[in-house]
């Protein structure tokens, strides 16, 4: 597993696969929400899926890497929705102030 091009495929994998079961239990409002979050999870899963694999001690085989990738995706998907709430809250507070 040394070839950079299959070790990115099975990143991108694991991160679709994460961002359809985040689709499943969290879905999204609006369809720019399923694209913000889709990005997230695209970009973040390949990124951060070797930190993941060594945190959650996953096998450093292709399946934990696919693992890894998923997981990640999962969750940013669910970190980018909560995030979102949690500005629009802060403005509305902010505006009600004034």
Same mark, same amino acid.
């Given at each position: 597993m040394?070839d950079? $091009?299959?070790?990115?495929?099975?990143k991108?994998?694991?991160?679709?696969?994460?961002?359809?079961?985040a689709?499943?239990?969290?879905?999204?409002?609006t369809?720019?929400?399923f694209f913000?979050?889709? $990005?997230?999870?695209?970009?973040?899963?390949?990124?951060? $899926?070797?930190?993941?694999? $060594?945190?959650?001690?996953?096998?450093?085989?292709?399946?934990?890497?696919?693992?890894a990738?998923?997981?990640?995706?999962?969750?940013?998907?669910?970190?980018?929705?909560?995030?979102?709430?949690?500005?629009r809250?802060?403005?509305?507070?902010?505006?009600?102030?004034?």
């Amino acid at each position: 597993m040394t070839d950079p $091009a299959f070790v990115l495929l099975l990143k991108v994998i694991g991160a679709a696969a994460g961002a359809v079961l985040a689709l499943v239990f969290v879905p999204p409002r609006t369809l720019q929400g399923f694209f913000r979050r889709g $990005a997230a999870a695209l970009i973040s899963g390949p990124i951060f $899926a070797p930190f993941v694999q $060594a945190w959650a001690g996953f096998s450093n085989d292709a399946d934990g890497l696919i693992s890894a990738a998923c997981l990640t995706a999962f969750g940013s998907w669910w970190l980018m929705g909560t995030a979102v709430r949690i500005i629009r809250g802060w403005q509305s507070k902010e505006l009600s102030e004034d």
